[in-house]
């Protein structure tokens, strides 16, 4: 087993939690597709259990994006690091659309709790927006600056209608932003090749597959390009609790990744990233 660094996880904590109380079915449906269980946590949505869980898949880091449309603001979310240190990493939930606020919030959580990201969902929170709009401009000039990284969760399922120009938009913002380092949680599925042409072009791109990287349609691309291309830009995560830790990375253990990139993909490509 490898030691990893898990890129996308909501825990069972704080608002969060509202996910195992509501997502149950959802949970069994995705178990049943990718032939995987429902584990102890995702059922009863423990916070021990989970970390238990962590500690079975050599997880040592889980990092937890924000969710605006969870309401899961910055101050619910930071306890969890004190309570188990270097167990967990916040990125905070910040919307470019408050404005100096967002500003302001950035600068606040890097003093209190040393962030090395933020998490954004143009595409799913309350008041959509598009990648490329120029009211996110001064936030993403602030975190390239400032180094950074910028996390977004992007595929067709948080999208409310299935529009491909949102890749483009996204190409769009690292062009103008060339040194923005940017997450791309999801895969970016289904234009996961597209986002991997921008990596391609850029090292400032990650992609973070987690279920679209399983034994889904397009699945075995994220494969082929952490093991050539893409060697130093995949990034694993499991996207707990949509999908059960343990299983997720016995899965990527036996995919067909090369020996040579396993550390790289499951622990160095994040360390490197986030300065660890």
Same mark, same amino acid.
Not at 178 to 190: E, F, Q, T
Not at 225 to 250: E, V
């Given at each position: ?20 109380? *509501? ?41 937890? @994006? ?23 990493? !916040? ?42 709009? @120029? ?71 990650? !992609?973070? @597959? ?12 994220? !494969?082929?390009?952490? *093991? ?13 609790? &949509?999908?059960? &830790? ?16 396993? @550390?790289?993909?499951?622990?160095? *490509? ?7």
């Amino acid at each position: 087993m490898y030691k990893k660094i898990d890129f996308r996880v909501r825990p069972p904590y704080g608002n969060y939690l509202t996910m195992f109380q *509501n997502e149950q079915a959802h949970f069994a449906r995705l178990a049943d597709a990718f032939d995987m269980t429902v584990s102890e946590s995702q059922r009863t949505g423990n916070l021990e259990q989970f970390v238990k869980e962590m500690d079975l898949a050599h997880i040592e880091l889980s990092v937890v @994006p924000g969710r605006k449309n969870l309401g899961v603001d910055s101050e619910g979310m930071f306890p969890l690091t004190s309570r188990y240190p270097g167990r967990f990493m !916040i990125f905070p939930y910040i919307d470019p659309t408050d404005g100096d606020k967002a500003l302001y919030e950035i600068d606040r959580c890097r003093d209190r709790w040393d962030i090395r990201g933020v998490s954004i969902e143009p595409t799913y929170q309350p008041k959509p927006y598009a990648f490329d709009d @120029p009211v996110a401009f001064p936030m993403y000039e602030k975190l390239e600056r400032e180094d950074l990284a910028l996390f977004v969760s992007y595929s067709a399922k948080l999208l409310p209608v299935v529009d491909p120009d949102t890749v483009r938009q996204l190409g769009s913002v690292l062009h103008r932003f060339p040194d923005l380092k940017i997450i791309v949680g999801h895969g970016g599925w289904p234009w996961h090749l597209e986002v991997m042409a921008m990596a391609f072009n850029s090292p400032n791109i990650y !992609i973070v @597959p987690d279920m679209y990287g399983l034994t889904g349609a397009g699945s075995g691309d994220y !494969i082929k390009a952490a *093991n050539t291309l893409m060697k130093h830009q995949m990034l694993f995560g499991t996207a707990y609790p &949509i999908l059960n &830790i343990m299983d997720t990375a016995r899965f990527y253990e036996n995919c067909g990744l090369k020996e040579s990139v396993m @550390p790289d993909f499951f622990y160095n *490509n994040v360390a490197k990233l986030l300065k660890l």
